[in-house]
């Protein structure tokens, strides 16, 4: 467990609506990545961070933006939500383990956008 | 571009059987990470066992072990005495210089008693 509560944890909208996601880490951790699983694709790397106030996108970062105000804090933001958004989303850290860098997730959230 | 394949989308396994699951991947780097998650129904995703590209020897994880043939672009995971709580989707990773994880498909792996 590496500390990593994702909010909500399940969450319907509707289309056109802004949503924020929150991941919350307890450990302090530098590195913060954002995910998406859809069928068929595994996971798909949308935004990270690497430092407060330091972000970058992933592969699919369209119809995405974060913040990063806090170490333990990377919110995830759909500005107007859209169908294609329905998926499930993974918070995930980088940690030092056996002398190299792993990541470790959260426990997801489901979105479905109406 | 940095690709990963799994190419059996599903498998199926007699309890206390080995199987085994295929990954290859795509990169021009000379060091980098390779990584198998477990997802079981709950949906986390779990380590199974991680192998470094500079290493020759084969990691192992108690009845987890992989087949790492560098040159091959290969990196395949055994699972000994398999376990009904084995049953899970299985994504191997792969994670170049930059530290980023790109994901296979997935294999979605029953274990029957």
């Known amino acids: 467990d590496a500390g990593i509560t994702q909010s909500p944890r399940h969450k319907v909208t509707e289309t056109g609506t802004p949503v924020t996601l929150r991941c919350h880490q307890t450990e302090n951790h530098r590195y913060m990545y954002w995910y998406r699983q859809d069928p068929g694709h595994g996971l798909r790397l949308i935004h990270y961070s690497y430092g407060v106030k330091d972000t970058d996108k992933g592969e699919v970062s369209d119809g995405y933006s974060v913040s990063r105000s806090k170490t333990e804090d990377f919110l995830l933001t759909l500005e107007s939500a859209t169908s294609s958004q329905t998926s499930v989303y993974f918070c995930?850290?980088?940690?030092?383990?056996?002398?190299?860098?792993?990541?470790?997730f959260g426990p997801g959230t489901r979105l479905l956008v109406l | 571009a940095q690709t990963v394949t799994q190419s059996q989308p599903e498998m199926s396994v007699q309890e206390a059987e080995t199987v085994t699951l295929s990954c290859t991947y795509d990169t021009s780097e000379n060091n980098y990470y390779l990584f198998w998650y477990k997802q079981p129904p709950s949906r986390q995703m779990i380590l199974v066992i991680r192998q470094e590209a500079y290493k020759q020897q084969n990691a192992t994880e108690n009845r987890f072990s992989v087949n790492f043939q560098k040159a091959a672009k290969s990196f395949s995971l055994k699972i000994s005495d398999s376990q009904l709580g084995d049953t899970a989707m299985y994504f191997c990773?792969?994670?170049?210089?930059?530290?980023?994880?790109?994901f296979g498909q997935g294999t979605t792996l029953q274990v029957k008693p």
């Open positions: 995930a850290i980088s940690e030092t383990y056996r002398g190299g860098e792993t990541q470790y």
């Open positions: 990773a792969f994670s170049p210089s930059s530290g980023k994880l790109i």
